[in-house]
């Protein structure tokens, strides 16, 4: 009975190093598109969502102006912006239905001691993912 304990802690320890491994090195590879240069487009739903974060290059701790356009009508649309790489709670910002898919929201980034702070924002309905998510850097 203890080896087979033993055997399932050993099993279930290199599958959590394993994952945070995976999850590291998904940090070192480059983002598709960097908002910190342009707005950047993403597919979802057979449709192109137009993604616009300003002013550029992001800053931590100053108002940064979000559109998101074509996303679709959705009642009760939020989003919760979190960091990958380093927690910093969730930021909740407020969207604005802006009529036929579009939606705007201001937003203050958390400011962080790495070189490159990933966060992902994520848009729920109802408390419950959409599906649709990107992910952008806020850079030192």
Known sequence: ????F??????????FFSSCKDEKKSFDEPLS??????DCT????DKTILISLNP???QALDI??????????????KLKIYGLNMFLGEIKPKLIKLGNGNYESKIVLSS???DAM?????????DKPIGFYFDFELRR
């Open 56 to 58: 550029k290059p992001l």
């Open 118 to 126: 990933r966060f992902r924002a994520e848009f729920t309905q109802n």
């Open 64 to 77: 940064t102006h979000l559109k998101v356009e074509n996303l679709g009508d959705y009642d009760n649309l």
């Open 112 to 114: 962080c001691t790495l």
């Open 1 to 4: 009975m203890k080896k087979v």
């Open 6 to 15: 033993f055997t399932l802690n050993f099993v279930c320890i290199m599958i």
């Open 42 to 45: 993403y597919k979802f739903k």
């Open 33 to 38: 598109c960097d908002l910190n240069i342009k």
